[in-house]
Structures are given as C-alpha cells and as structure tokens.
C-alpha cells in the first residue's frame, strides 16, 4: 500500500512559519548554541571579525532587498552608511545627544534620503538609475567633509561609546551579542517583509515592470518603499559602525566600499537572504586570506609589500570568477551542496526506456 512521505503543511498559519521542519528546527538550536559559545572560545581577533561580519550582513541584506528582489540597482550604498554615521557624529558632538536618540535620528536620516533618491526610480532604469544612486555617495560624502573642516575635526570625530546607565558598552563581547541582535532582527524583518505583499511585490517589478503594473500593483509606491526600507537599514548599520569603532571619517566610505557590497549580492547570490550573509562573510573574510597567503607562500617581497593593491586585484579576479563560472553565487554552491545530502544514497539515473 503506497504511503506519503516528506513534509505536507495543511494550513496557511503552518505554511508562513519561519521554522517549519525538525531539520530547521535543529539547525537554529545548533546555531544559537555555537553562536552563543562563540565569544567564550574566540580570541579578540575572531570576536572582531565577527562583529565586522555583523555590520557587513546588516548592510548587506539591506542592499540585497532593493537590488536582488525589488530589481533597483544602487550605487550610493556607502553614501548612506555615512549618513547614518556623521548624524550620530554630529548630533553627539553637537547636542551631546545620546545612542537611544541617535539611532532613531539616524534611521529618519536614511528614510529622507531613502525618499529623495528614490524618486528618480519612478522615472530612470537601469544604468541611469545607478548612476543617479552614485550621486549620493559623492553628496552625502562631501557633506561630512565639509563639515569636518567647518568643525575643525580634520582627522575625524570621535565619538564615546553608547552607555545604559552606569554601563558603558566598550566590551567586544558585549558588541557581540548587540551586533548579532541587530543583525538577526535585520534578516527577520526582511524575510517577514518578503513573505507578504510587499516582498511579492518587489519581486513582480523585479521580474517584469509591465506586468506587475498590469496586474494591479502600484510601482512607484512599491520602488519608493523599496529605497525607504533599504535606505533606513543601511543607515542604521552606519550609526552602529560609527558607535563600534568610537570614530567617523569621510576616509571610511569611499566608493570602494560601495563595490564591496555590490559584490556581496553579486557573490553571495542575488534574489536570497541567505546569499546576503554568504555574500557578507566572503568579502569580510576575503582580505585577510589573501594577506595570510601572502605570508605563507613563496612570493616576491614586491607583492607583500604592496598588499592593498594586491588586495584590490584579488577582489575583482574573484567578482569576475563568480560572474563566470558560477553567477548564481555561493547560495547555489550551498544549494547542490545540501541537494546531495538530502538525496543521498539515492543515485540519479536517468529512466529506461520500454519499447513495446
């Protein structure tokens, strides 16, 4: 007698869970336990790196909503960490404003801008929608400028930690566990977001603008909203790298930062929340690979001694590599990957052919 095997929702409620399987299940238990163990057995090395990965997934899934569901490419995306972070430097060093306001100032900061160059989506596509999110960067990046100089803060702002009372936030470990909060509150609100009409949505205009416009889906409002989310999480993960590093300068959000999360997408996987943070921990951990290699392997002083400019010509090998052989990104190395395990033993042959 045939029986059913695998796993069958039979309601709505079940079908919009988040963590549905056993499987799932596990792995999230898994996960947080190692995620929770991980600055007790880290060096402060490992703790930094981990929290550098935090900051870069935040950006990272914010970017990924606009460019690789809602089909929006962006260029400004440092323009707006800046913004995030020069409205903590300045309303710190101005009003002496504390993190409980900064944040929030920060997040309406991003919204504005999110607002203000969104609007040209209505209108541009494609290339002259980047180039017009570019503007950004240069506007926002000059501003600080300027107001560095005006201020006399020619070699940046410094900015004291966040406190909570008594309790000053200095601690890597403690920046650990903020920062991986903040991270999995990102990607929980983006995957809720994707779920529901405005995910389908963005994913409608992504796939055909026309279409979605014929069925009934108001684009401009949807492409607004798509620059408004991604632009408020940006900033927020700008004011977050401002307060983590204790200081902010125009110096840290060249445009090369803007490539860095654009190959995020692009490596990690465009279209996939799980190809945002693959995406994310590939291009943190990527430069000092290459910088333990160099130290490693045989090769002539000259390339050591020139470790930026090997560092850059690494990172455009790889982006075109994946471009290449593989531009569906790590999210589908990991696919075929967790697709032979799940059928493994089971080999796939191809079906005989019965001749009558």
Request: aromatic content about 12%; hydrophobic content about 60%; cysteine-free.
């Given at each position: ?307 930026f400019a090997v560092n850059y010509a690494a990172f455009g090998l790889a982006m075109a590599l994946f471009l290449v052989f593989e531009p569906g990104g790590l999210v589908a190395i990991w696919r075929r990957l967790r697709n032979w395990f799940v059928l493994w033993p089971f080999k796939q042959r191809p079906l005989a052919v019965t001749r009558?």
């Open positions: 007698m045939p029986f059913a095997s695998g796993y069958f929702r039979t309601s709505y409620a079940r079908d919009m869970r988040l963590v549905d399987t056993r499987a799932q299940v596990a792995s999230l238990a898994l996960f947080l336990l190692a995620a929770a163990a991980f600055p007790l057995l880290a060096s402060s090395f490992l703790l930094d790196l981990a929290n550098q990965f935090f900051l870069a997934a935040i950006g990272a899934v914010a970017l990924m909503l606009l460019t690789g569901y809602a089909g929006l490419i962006s260029l400004g995306h440092a323009g707006l960490l800046a913004a995030g972070a020069f409205t903590v430097g300045i309303l710190f060093k101005e009003v002496a404003a504390p993190f409980w306001i900064t944040l929030p100032a920060a997040a309406v900061a991003g919204a504005l801008l999110g607002v203000i160059f969104g609007l040209p989506s209505l209108r541009l596509r494609g290339l002259y929608l980047a180039v017009s999110t570019l503007a950004l960067h240069f506007v926002v990046v000059y501003l600080g400028g300027e107001y560095e100089t005006k201020r006399g803060f020619s070699t940046g702002i410094v900015i004291d930690p966040p406190t909570l009372g008594d309790f000053v936030v200095t601690d890597p470990h403690v920046w650990y566990f903020v920062l991986l909060v903040a991270a999995a509150g990102t990607v929980w609100l983006s995957l809720n977001l994707l779920r529901g009409k405005t995910g389908r949505a963005w994913r409608a205009i992504r796939d055909h603008e026309t279409v979605a416009e014929a069925l009934g889906i108001n684009v401009p409002a949807h492409k607004l909203a798509a620059f408004v989310v991604s632009s408020t999480l940006t900033a927020v993960a700008g004011a977050l790298f401002a307060y983590y590093r204790g200081f902010v300068s125009v110096e840290a959000f060249s445009l090369f930062l803007s490539i860095q999360y654009v190959a995020m997408v692009i490596i990690g996987g465009m279209g996939s929340i799980l190809g945002a943070l693959l995406g994310a921990a590939f291009v943190t951990l990527f430069p000092y690979v290459i910088e333990y290699l160099l130290g490693v392997l045989p090769v002539p002083a000259a390339f050591t001694n020139q470790m009558r």
